[in-house]
Structure formats: C-alpha cells, structure tokens
C-alpha cells in the first residue's frame, strides 16, 4: 500500500544537511539566516511535489528576502512551458485548442449525448481516474529521480540505487542510499513513502 503521509512543501538543504522544511517563506527566512553563518556553503531549495529547484534572492535583509515572496502563489520552476491561452470560455476555466482526428472519430464523438466536447472532457475524466494511481507513483519516482541527480550523483552506489528505484523495490534501494548522508537519506526515504512500491 502507498503511504500518504505529506511532506512539506519546500525543502533547503546546504551541502548535504537539511536546514529548513515547510512553506517557502519560513524555508527562505531560515535559509537566509543560514547563509549569514556560513557565506560558503553550497545552498539548494527544493520543490518537494516535483524535486524541481527553487530560485529565491537572497540580496538584503532576511525582512528584505521573505518580503520578495509572493503572498498567494510563488511561481514554481517546471520543465514544460505555460500553455498559451486560446478562444473559449476562460471565466469557466474552459480553453479551446486544437484536437486532431480521424473523421470516423468526430462522427462518434459528434453522435453522443452532449456532443464532442462534453464527451472529450468525460473521457479525461475517466482517464484520470483509472490511472490516478499509476500517475502518482511515475511522478514520485521522477521527484526522486531529480533529487538524487543533484543531491547524491557523486555518492557510492548512486546508478545503482536509481536502477532499484525504477524496479520499485524498495529493501532493496534503501539497502544501497543507507550508507549516505543522513539528511539525504531521510529526504529520499519521505519521497519514497509516495511510491507503490512492489510487494515481491
């Protein structure tokens, strides 16, 4: 069974140890004052949904750093582009874009009850739900994936515990990362929890 416990959202980390966990202003806020002690240490911040790094500027006062934040939202770094907005409905959060098929199927698409496009979006519906799972587990094992590029790519047994990783066994994997950094290992052991590991 997948776990679901929830990690925090944001994660700092210098060199190897974790310095801060929880929302992205608290994250920045500690951060900040751990660069103050230590001007040379190597700092990265994590996106703990996707192991996506987050850019925060550090220049000024810690009053200065968390201020630059954004209240609501923060943009999130992310491997796709925005999608452009076309025509449609957006105040119903409708977008229109274009969708490609054979004749035979708009003439089933355009035969159903609703029409073509209440059908698509019911079809998704149903698509999303019957591959939740699956979804869940290909996202974390590419959040893992990420991490351990950046954080642990230079340690002993790094290609080997990506090998385990994507064969889902779990004894195994978490055999190969426990001889490394404690910070490390524990951040990578959270992520797994979001992994329907094999029971074999």
Known sequence: ?????????????????????GDLR?????????IDRNTDAAILIFD????????IDFRGTVKQVVGRIPEVQI?????????TRGPGRPKLGVVSREVSLLPRHWDWLNSQRGGASVTLRRLVEEAKRASAATDQ??????????????MAGNLPGYEEAARWLYRKDRS??????????????KHLQQLADHISWNTE
């Open 172 to 185: 195994t994997f978490e055999s190969i990362i426990a001889a490394w950094p404690t910070d490390i290992r």
């Open 48 to 55: 703990n949904a996707t192991s996506q790094q987050v850019e």
């Open 1 to 21: 069974m997948m776990k679901q416990q929830s990690l925090p959202p944001y994660t700092a980390f210098a060199n190897d140890q974790e310095i801060a966990s």
């Open 137 to 150: 587990t290909r996202q974390a094992l590419e959040s893992i994936d990420r991490f351990m590029r950046v």
């Open 75 to 83: 943009e999130k770094s992310t491997d796709a582009a925005p999608a």
């Open 26 to 34: 608290e994250v920045a806020r500690q951060t900040k004052l751990a």
